[in-house]
């Protein structure tokens, strides 16, 4: 059977959460007003200092639906599409992108996995060069807007079940497979591999971690891919899938823990 390496999407390789990250480029678009800008940003500030608790996320969920009831989904994955060379490449951790290259080397399907919508997780996930995505479906109706509803929401245990899902159709021994999350509401994708990951976890995330004898790894490098290998400007993430992302050492890391990943910062 086939290994894999699963990750979580913000704040593991990315520094910043996605939604909030395209929210000026909605505006731009004239999907949100420039209020609507202000308070997703305000909500940015205690998702990235506070962690992202089970409340929390709800209250985020329940107004993500609200705000994008109405929306043309093929226009949402334009602005997507069009803007994430601008949006992503500079928020991207470095160490994110070096386990990623360490996973495929070794022969390692890999996938991101976010409570994001698809319409953004996947793009970037195409962009990062990743053999595929886990994420939320919003539900549109018959002219393709979004209807307000959830078709799938990517989120704790659905992404464990998510995850068993991809390994049951791919061959996957998840047993054998990795995974790196920053958040405590995703200690269920943790348990779901046999070789789970923390990264830049919040608290709770962290006590867990050190209780179960978890690896935690610090993110704090953000590259442009642009500085790491030639990538052309293209307005399309599509375009970019399949580039080929130049090695920078986590190689040597995951051979010192036995291919089990990078060197634990504590």
Same mark, same amino acid.
């Given at each position: ?62 107004? =993500? ?14 602005? =997507? ?34 409570? !994001?919508?698809?319409?953004?997780? !996947? ?128 190689? =040597? ?14």
């Amino acid at each position: 059977m086939e290994e894999a390496a699963f990750f979580d999407l913000d704040k593991t390789v990315i520094a910043r959460a996605s939604m909030a990250a395209f929210s000026h480029h909605f505006y731009r678009g004239g999907l949100i007003s420039r209020s609507t800008v202000v308070r997703v940003m305000a909500r940015q500030l205690v998702y990235l200092h506070l962690g992202a608790s089970e409340q929390k996320l709800d209250r985020i969920r329940e107004s =993500v639906l609200r705000l994008t009831r109405g929306w043309d989904q093929r226009e949402v994955s334009r602005i =997507v599409r069009e803007t994430l060379d601008e949006v992503v490449e500079p928020i991207i951790y470095a160490e994110a992108l070096e386990l990623l290259e360490t996973h495929q080397a070794a022969g390692r399907k890999t996938y991101i996995v976010s409570a !994001s919508p698809e319409e953004i997780v !996947s793009p970037l996930a195409e962009y990062l060069g990743a053999d595929g995505a886990i994420a939320s479906r919003a539900m549109v109706d018959l002219d393709g807007r979004y209807t307000g509803e959830m078709a799938f929401y990517a989120y704790g245990p659905f992404k464990a079940e998510a995850m068993q899902e991809v390994a049951e159709r791919e061959g996957i021994d998840l047993d054998a497979s990795y995974a790196y999350s920053d958040s405590y509401t995703d200690v269920p994708m943790l348990e779901a591999v046999g070789h789970p990951f923390v990264v830049n976890p919040d608290r709770v995330l962290a006590r867990l971690a050190r209780d179960r004898g978890w690896e935690s790894l610090q993110f704090s490098r953000p590259v442009r891919l642009r500085d790491r290998v030639p990538v052309p400007n293209l307005p399309t993430a599509a375009a970019l899938t399949g580039v080929a992302l130049a090695a920078t050492g986590a190689a =040597v890391f995951l051979k010192r823990h036995g291919h089990r990943g990078a060197r634990a910062s504590g």
